[in-house]
């Protein structure tokens, strides 16, 4: 069974960084594409980045480019999202994904529970 979580949420204040991680178990990491995608109530769970299986291409949300960097460690079965400048429009929850690579949520069959990002202005 393949278990993703989420870890490195919080409250920050704007212009702050956070470090999210997602730990991949029960199957070969590098098998993966792994992204993040975020969700405020009431609104779809949109896209913000992906990372390819072996790491050598990514892919964001133009809103978080520049500001954010998503990158693997496959002997860790880790994925990460590096979170800087953030802006009270981050406030989210954010969710780990493994599966295909894109931008659609089609594409991941896995999902972490999520874990809560809220920046204050």
């Known amino acids: 069974q393949v278990q993703l979580v989420e870890s490195g949420g919080g409250l920050v204040q704007a212009g702050a960084s956070l470090r999210l991680s997602c730990t991949v178990s029960?199957?070969?990491?590098?098998?993966?594409?792994m992204g993040w995608f975020r969700q405020v109530p009431g609104k779809e769970r949109e896209f913000v980045a992906a990372?390819?299986?072996?790491?050598?291409?990514?892919l964001y949300v133009d809103s978080v480019k520049g500001r954010f960097t998503i990158s693997r460690d496959n002997a860790k079965n880790t994925v990460y999202l590096q979170m800087n400048s953030l802006k009270p429009d981050d406030t989210a929850v954010f969710y780990c994904a493994a599966g295909g690579y894109g931008r659609s949520r089609a594409l991941y069959n896995y999902w972490g529970r999520g874990t809560q990002v809220t920046v204050s202005s």
């Open positions: 029960g199957r070969t990491f590098s098998a993966f594409a």
């Open positions: 990372i390819s299986y072996s790491g050598d291409s990514t």
